[in-house]
């Protein structure tokens, strides 16, 4: 009788052919179990490694901005913006009216609330010891002298601000400053006050971060001259062609023919190459 421990010994004689073949069958099994159990974790694991690789791609087009080419000058995210009066950019304020144009009080309501677009320092941005960090096209240019005689920097003015000044500029020119304009009718000078409002939006949104430098381009300001990560107008035309609604090539937009008409008197021997 066998010990406690011991598996009783049998004979293969004893076995039947159907017995034998199960016994093959099992220890062909158990020698392949471990190489396979090694061919499973791998598999496995290079599953794994592409569902992270694919969970990272997602995220980084979904989460991380597109950049493209860097700007000449901060990276700022990005959001979406509904279009309206305020557009999500500074207080909520009226930034146009239709009668701005033709009320000197409007006017110049509308000009207060612009300011409110502007930081403390109108755009100017001073070189610190962080402007390092940056692409920037030229070194900074001097605006000593701002506050005070003795007021010694330098540093750049960020576009968006400086294209913001620009439009407020033609702005408060327009209206019943013009006679062209005082005599038009409200229909249009309450189109004109709404495209002043869609180029304030469009600035903003744009969010222009070029860091203005001294270029030596203009003297009496910085701007000219200056590098702008922008779309390819090039390539945005041949699209814009390529999906054309109708052929308007012959007409003009605006049509300000008869506004040129009416001033064509207006123009004098300095200008008048001007007027045509």
């Known amino acids: 009788m066998p010990g406690k421990w011991e598996k ?14 199960l016994t093959d069958e099992t220890l062909r099994v158990r020698r392949a179990g ?16 592409g569902i992270i690789i694919l969970g990272g791609i997602v995220i980084h087009d979904r989460v991380l ?25 500074g207080p909520d304020l009226v930034y146009a009216h239709r009668q701005m144009l033709l009320n000197a009080t409007r006017m110049q309501e509308v000009h207060e609330n612009w300011q409110q677009l502007y930081p403390i320092s109108r755009g100017y941005f001073v070189a610190d010891e962080n402007s390092a960090e940056y692409k920037v096209q030229f070194p900074p240019a001097d605006i000593s002298g701002v506050l005070s005689p003795d007021d010694k920097r330098s540093g750049w003015v960020l576009s968006v601000f400086h294209q913001i000044h620009c439009l407020s500029i033609i702005t408060t020119r327009l209206g019943i400053s013009r006679k062209e304009f005082a005599d038009w009718d409200p229909f249009k000078l309450g189109h004109t006050a709404h495209c002043i409002e869609y180029l304030r939006q469009s600035i903003l949104c744009s969010g222009d971060t070029n860091l203005e430098g001294e270029s030596g381009s203009w003297s009496e300001s910085i701007g000219w001259g200056q590098n702008h990560v922008c779309r390819d107008y090039d390539a945005l035309m041949r699209l814009a062609n390529e999906k054309a609604a109708w052929d308007l090539s012959h007409e003009r937009e605006p049509d300000h023919s008869k506004l040129f008409e009416s001033n064509m008197d207006d123009c004098d021997s300095e200008i008048g190459e001007y007027c045509h």
């Open 65 to 89: 901005p597109r950049t493209g080419l860097l700007p000449y000058g901060p990276v700022i995210p990005q959001k979406v913006v509904t279009f309206g009066n305020t557009a999500g950019f």
């Open 34 to 49: 471990p190489r396979r159990q090694v061919w499973r974790l791998l598999g496995e694991a290079a599953l794994a490694v």
């Open 8 to 21: 009783p010994f049998r004979d293969e004689s004893d076995l039947s052919s159907e017995d034998l073949s």
